[in-house]
């Protein structure tokens, strides 16, 4: 979102293991915060969006589409079960030391299967992922904006995209392929590290 406006932020990762700096700041485990320049965390992403899209000239001018939201809360349904087996075998900043790859993995098994048996079960879960993936598709207007013209739609969808790119296997369809593609070029991304 900053990278679409030219801002750019100061980025912190935090390890996962790392309670305390979240803590610390805001009194509970949570990412993403962001830190305002008077020193004031703020949480919610969505709130963020807002208030970045308010410094300079909006970018986010076109409509959403209430058919996206859903279809964010659809793909949120499914890829799970597919990136967190993967996360946890990425080479990811946030997992920089064992302690807190254990940590994410420990975290995690309290909601998810084995993640030998969610990997072994890849093939099930992209079927059940490729229709809605085949649905976005149709409803994407353009490969600069979902809706025609940049909106949150873009904001809600492009992350979601991006982690289900951890999937090694996973095929996104030619018209979300362009659309990722090109969105990631705009905000100075490579496609981030499968497994
Ligand atoms: N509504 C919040 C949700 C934030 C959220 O659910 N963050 C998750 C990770 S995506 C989290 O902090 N989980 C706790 C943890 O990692 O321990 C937002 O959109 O910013």
């Given at each position: 979102?900053?990278?679409?406006?030219?801002?750019?932020?100061?980025?912190?990762?935090?390890?996962?293991?790392?309670?305390?700096?979240?803590?610390?700041?805001?009194?509970?485990?949570v990412?993403?915060?962001?830190v305002?320049?008077?020193?004031?965390?703020?949480?919610?992403?969505?709130?963020?969006?807002?208030?970045?899209?308010?410094?300079?000239?909006?970018?986010?001018?076109?409509?959403?589409?209430?058919?996206?939201?859903?279809?964010?809360?659809?793909?949120?349904?499914?890829?799970?079960?597919?990136?967190?087996?993967?996360?946890?075998?990425?080479?990811?900043?946030?997992?920089?030391?064992?302690?807190?790859?254990q940590?994410?993995?420990?975290?995690?098994?309290?909601?998810?299967?084995?993640?030998a048996?969610?990997?072994?079960?890849?093939?099930?879960?992209?079927?059940?992922?490729?229709?809605?993936?085949?649905?976005?598709?149709?409803?994407?207007?353009?490969?600069?904006a979902?809706n025609?013209?940049?909106?949150?739609?873009?904001?809600?969808?492009?992350?979601?995209?991006?982690?289900?790119?951890?999937?090694?296997?996973?095929?996104?369809?030619?018209?979300?392929?362009?659309?990722?593609?090109?969105?990631?070029?705009?905000?100075?991304?490579?496609?981030?590290?499968?497994?």
């Amino acid at each position: 979102m900053a990278a679409l406006k030219g801002i750019s932020l100061e980025e912190q990762i935090v390890r996962d293991d790392d309670s305390a700096a979240m803590i610390d700041l805001v009194g509970r485990r949570v990412i993403p915060i962001l830190v305002k320049d008077n020193g004031q965390p703020m949480l919610e992403s969505m709130d963020m969006v807002d208030l970045i899209e308010s410094m300079g000239p909006p970018v986010l001018t076109g409509p959403t589409r209430p058919e996206i939201t859903a279809m964010e809360k659809e793909l949120l349904a499914r890829t799970p079960k597919l990136t967190m087996p993967r996360y946890a075998i990425l080479d990811l900043p946030e997992f920089a030391t064992a302690s807190a790859r254990q940590h994410f993995i420990d975290r995690k098994r309290a909601y998810y299967d084995d993640f030998a048996t969610l990997r072994a079960a890849t093939g099930d879960l992209l079927q059940e992922l490729y229709p809605v993936l085949d649905r976005l598709g149709e409803l994407i207007e353009s490969d600069r904006a979902i809706n025609g013209e940049l909106s949150k739609d873009d904001i809600r969808i492009l992350p979601v995209l991006r982690s289900a790119a951890v999937v090694a296997e996973l095929r996104f369809p030619p018209r979300i392929q362009r659309y990722f593609d090109t969105m990631m070029r705009r905000i100075g991304q490579t496609a981030p590290p499968a497994a």
